[in-house]
């Protein structure tokens, strides 16, 4: 039996995929443990969805595969939710808010506030109260 | 004893011996301070963070027939125009039109004055929509046009108050989450937010102003500008730790330099939540090292420098005096303190990682010869005080 991970994925569904009960899926046929961060509906019936899930190598892959075949579109680095490194000035006024430590001032001597994408669980509080617009949410 | 004249002699040389603030209480602690004070020719400070009394003058040239612009506005922000014809000045806080505001709260006041500010650093093209009066010499009635800064005779920085010498820590003991320009607090204590570099900040370092006054020659976001006033509220007669340093706000400092050499980087707009617009400023000030107080003054410690905590719900609107409590930036950049015997999350509203890279863009620029230090023209106020404003029923 291979070992299992987790990896964060970001799925985009267009319009016609989003009564689908794809998620049903992953967990029935596929075998995955399933944590779904944040999901969104648009008006215009586009659907997006950040979510862990956690299984063999083979069975993610597989998982993968099929959700492909429904023409959704699948970010393997889980960007629900990203940070301008250029726009972050590390004033670390975020990290507070920050519920993981996802933003984390590690380096005392620098003051440096690094974002761990991997910790991020998408509750946008960053995304509200970093003054300078670095934090942003792709949906 | 070291003189203006010789330390930038030895900068001229290339020989001069530049360390930050944030470098300086080790080397001394190592070479002693007799030592130290003979081989340092400069210490550099810095500071970046939100400086709301900010802005800048801007001249547009003559349009073809003229204008005297009596209302103006860029990228929709509204700028003063009570000046001459096509000069207008652009202040850091100003909301842009139809902006709602605090009318659903809280307001997410995306872009203002210091966003256009950044935009003009960052080379942006930018609208211009003026409107005139008319008169004989300048008959015309309005003009939009599209403007970036290198199309402008003048873009020169006039910020009546930046570098507070020390600043207030945010705390919120109302049970209602309150909006404001230190930030969001939460009901109850939950946590407070401080704005200073401490250790790096230019007049925590020079606690007496014996080296910066008016004339100094400073790095204002990469520019090359000068202070050319105590800033506006610089309140210097206050309480003062043994070793000279603050314990509230304190002096201040008005500086100005060409927007032109600015880099973009340390020129950021600020939209804070609830509260408004803004902008953030890097600052460098270097301190010549004359003498050996002047060294020790500059070898000053997070765990030095006490702030006072001030409750945001309810004494700091009503102007009530009072303070919570002190505590130290070593305990604040720890990210948690003490009030009461509760823990307290601790947020910062300005950059140490961006002050430190500052002071080592100065330190640099001095020790390649692109920067010489300058003898004050004139001193600070030493024991200047803060009136309020009083509401009289009468003339
Ligand atoms: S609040 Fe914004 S600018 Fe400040 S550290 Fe966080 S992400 Fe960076
Ligand atoms: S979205 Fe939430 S968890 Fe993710 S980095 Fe921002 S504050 Fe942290």
Redesign the pocket.
């Known amino acids: 039996m291979s070992e299992t991970i987790t990896r964060k994925l970001m799925l985009y569904f267009p319009k016609c995929e989003c009564e689908k009960p794809i998620i049903y899926h992953l967990v029935k046929d596929y075998d995955l443990i399933v944590n779904i961060f944040r999901a969104k509906v648009t008006p215009e019936e586009e659907g997006y969805l950040v979510l862990d899930v956690t299984g063999t190598e083979e069975q993610i892959q597989a998982s993968i595969d099929f959700v492909k075949t429904f023409n959704v579109t699948v970010n393997f680095s889980g960007k629900g939710?990203t940070r301008d490194n250029d726009r972050c000035t590390h004033c670390g006024y975020?990290v507070p808010?920050?519920?993981?430590d996802?933003?984390i001032i590690t380096n005392g001597a620098t003051r440096e506030v690094i974002?761990n994408e991997d910790?991020?669980?998408?509750?946008?509080?960053?995304?509200r109260v970093c003054p300078f617009g670095a934090?942003t949410a792709a949906f | 004893m070291k003189t203006y004249e010789q330390i930038n002699g030895r900068i001229e040389s290339g020989k001069a011996v530049v360390l930050t603030a944030d470098e300086i209480m080790d080397y001394v602690d190592k070479k002693g301070l007799t030592a130290a004070a003979e081989e340092v020719d400069v210490v550099t400070t810095a500071t970046f963070g939100t400086m709301c009394s900010s802005g800048c003058f801007l001249n547009f040239g003559h349009s073809k027939p003229k204008i005297r612009m009596s209302e103006a506005w860029i990228a929709d922000v509204l700028v003063y125009t009570g000046i001459a014809a096509v000069d207008v000045y652009l202040g850091a806080t100003q909301l842009r039109h139809g902006d709602p505001a605090n009318m659903y709260p809280p307001g997410e006041f995306r872009y203002g004055g210091g966003h256009v500010i950044e935009d003009l650093v960052a080379g942006k093209k930018l609208q211009l929509f003026a409107l005139s009066y008319v008169t004989d010499c300048y008959p015309l009635r309005e003009i939009r046009t599209y403007f970036s800064i290198e199309d402008l005779n003048q873009a020169t920085m006039v910020n009546p108050r930046n570098c507070y010498q020390n600043y207030n820590v945010a705390i919120n003991c109302s049970d209602e989450t309150i909006y404001t320009y230190m930030g969001q607090l939460e009901a109850n204590q939950k946590n407070v937010n401080y704005s200073s570099a401490g250790q790096l900040s230019p007049l925590l370092n020079d606690p007496y102003y014996e080296t910066i006054g008016v004339g100094t020659r400073v790095w204002l976001a990469g520019a090359h500008g000068h202070v050319y006033s105590e800033g506006t509220q610089h309140a210097s007669g206050c309480e003062r730790t043994p070793g000279g340093v603050p314990t509230g706000g304190a002096g201040t400092l008005a500086m100005t330099a060409d927007m032109k050499q600015m880099r973009k980087e340390f020129v950021r707009g600020v939209s804070l939540r609830g509260y408004g617009v803004s902008l953030a400023l890097g600052i460098g000030v270097p301190i010549p090292i004359l003498n050996e107080d002047i060294l020790k003054r500059t070898c000053v410690r997070d765990r030095d420098i006490l702030a006072p905590v001030i409750d945001y719900g309810n004494d700091y609107p009503q102007n009530t005096g009072k303070t919570v409590c002190q505590v130290n930036y070593e305990q604040l950049r720890s990210g948690e303190i003490e009030i009461k015997g509760k823990k307290v999350q601790v947020g910062s509203m300005s950059s140490y990682y961006k002050a430190l890279e500052i002071a080592n863009l100065l330190a640099d620029e001095i020790r390649r010869g692109d920067f010489y230090l300058t003898r004050p023209i004139a001193a600070m106020p030493k024991d200047s005080g803060m009136k309020p404003l009083l509401k009289r029923e009468q003339e």
Not at chain 1, 97 to 100: I, S
Not at chain 1, 119 to 127: G, K, N, Q, R, S
Request: with cysteine; glycine share 0%.
């Open positions: 939710v975020c808010y920050c519920p993981t996802a933003l974002y910790e991020c669980i998408e509750c946008l509080a960053c995304v934090c």
